[in-house]
């Protein structure tokens, strides 16, 4: 049973930061050196500083130990300085995204809070992917060094009625949202409306839809493993404590999966530096587990043979199915599994994963015909990812990487029946859009304490 507590968020002072736009981020494992460095530009106080942005640590190396320092001694200035300050009354924030996501408007409604930590039981919450050591190591680091969480975790719950939504929008504080970013001033071009919802009732309410029920994580499996692993070992250096300790809980965001407004891409994978990868290895090696369909997509710019090779993708129905793009000059294929091969293929699978498109490839083509062990998969020794389908192909072209495998999206029940299972999708399996952005509100250990 998860239990969601209230509590007094610290976020920028509108009095200190008159535009919220400027200083927020996406999740650090997305921010790249060109994206770290606009983000800089657009505030000193942008949360980079505290989150630090992607590291070396994604490919396996350590990220200097100074970083981690330098943002707890950033974080206690603005804290000085009141550039941040904490709620004055515990509350669970309503959160309203409106975007556009392949050619459909949606509003995304759900909440932050905290998720209690110290009785969590085994299934109350279920991940679905498998993580790697070198973002968890490089969190860890950071959580150690700030004693904070910067960014939530992203769960799913269900609530066929939407009473949480219900509750949370009829029982806001302010009529208007206390913090709101227009879609014109963020760099995604998303709008998001925050509200504080404090009365014990509402909250009450809330606490008890979600209580008999299993959140699923959708994104952040890297961030609640920290969580937990954290909290060991602070209560292993006071036994002794209390329960309900600020490291005993993590700030957790939860969204309805019964919700028309979920909204799942794909995440396609590229390899770099794979020993003798060439478009006729490719097809040799691909060929013994596949069906391969040589495409000839129209000759155009990137984004076009992007739409081109997802369209005919998404014509695909039953079995498995992907596209192969190999060579400087590419080769397209599309990769498929028809269902009457599909139970043999997979049989060493579990039955959640084995009609899954990306449990084939990662399976079948990455493991069997290629060698790419797990464990090169968790260390990233050739695999990078992406959302973006025409910077894959572009990627190809330039010879910067050998191959990209464009992907169609997982389902939301693919993903429960998962969880359920108990078993785990490899990484990357999933892009819930959009991706939570970070600075909205903070969740620290500590007091924010002001001069």
Request: glycine share 6%; with cysteine.
């Amino acid at each position: 049973m998860p239990t969601i507590e209230p509590f007094r968020g610290v976020y920028y002072n509108p009095q200190k930061i008159a535009n919220p736009a400027a200083v927020v981020a996406p999740p650090y494992d997305v921010i790249d050196t060109q994206l770290g460095t606009e983000l800089l530009a657009r505030s000193p106080y942008n949360i980079i500083r505290l989150i630090l942005g992607k590291s070396a640590r994604e490919k396996g190396s350590a990220r200097e130990t100074a970083a981690y320092r330098q943002a707890a001694d950033t974080l206690a200035d603005w804290c000085r300085r009141g550039i941040l300050v904490t709620d004055d009354r515990p509350a669970i924030y309503y959160l309203e995204e409106e975007f556009t996501a392949l050619g459909t408007t949606y509003c995304r409604k759900g909440f932050i809070g905290l998720l209690r930590l110290d009785d969590l039981k085994q299934d109350a919450v279920l991940p679905h992917e498998q993580t790697m050591s070198g973002p968890k190591e490089d969190r860890l680091q950071l959580m150690q060094a700030c004693r904070a969480n910067f960014s939530q975790i992203f769960t799913l719950y269900d609530d066929p009625d939407l009473l949480v939504e219900k509750t949370l929008q009829q029982h806001r504080r302010e009529a208007v949202p206390f913090l709101e970013i227009r879609a014109g001033d963020s760099l995604d071009g998303i709008s998001r409306r925050l509200w504080r919802v404090v009365e014990e009732d509402a909250i009450r309410k809330v606490q008890a839809v979600l209580a008999p029920q299993s959140l699923l994580i959708a994104d952040g499996h890297h961030r609640f493993e920290t969580a937990l692993k954290y909290r060991q070992r602070r209560r292993e250096q006071e036994p002794d404590a209390a329960p309900g300790q600020p490291y005993d809980f993590v700030m957790v965001y939860g969204t309805n999966t019964a919700s028309p407004d979920l909204a799942i891409l794909p995440t396609h994978r590229l390899l770099s530096s794979y020993p003798g990868l060439n478009p006729d290895s490719f097809r040799q090696r691909a060929g013994k587990f596949f069906q391969l369909t040589p495409l000839e997509p129209p000759a155009a710019d990137s984004g076009e043979t992007a739409a081109w090779l997802l369209a005919r993708l998404q014509r695909e129905e039953a079995g498995i199915h992907f596209i192969a793009v190999v060579g400087r000059q590419p080769d397209y294929f599309l990769l498929s599994l028809p269902p009457a091969k599909l139970a043999a293929a997979m049989a060493a699978m579990p039955p959640a994963l084995a009609t899954m498109d990306v449990a084939a490839l990662q399976h079948l083509l990455f493991d069997r015909a290629l060698g790419i062990s797990a464990a090169d998969m968790k260390s990233q020794r050739y695999t990078s990812f992406t959302q973006d389908a025409a910077a894959a192909i572009d990627a190809v072209r330039a010879g910067e990487n050998q191959l990209a495998i464009l992907l169609r999206p997982t389902s939301i029940s693919q993903v429960r029946q998962v969880a359920t299972a108990g078993e785990k999708m490899p990484q990357k399996s999933t892009f819930f859009y959009p991706k939570l952005v970070t600075g909205l509100i903070l969740y620290l250990f500590d007091s924010c304490q002001q001069a």
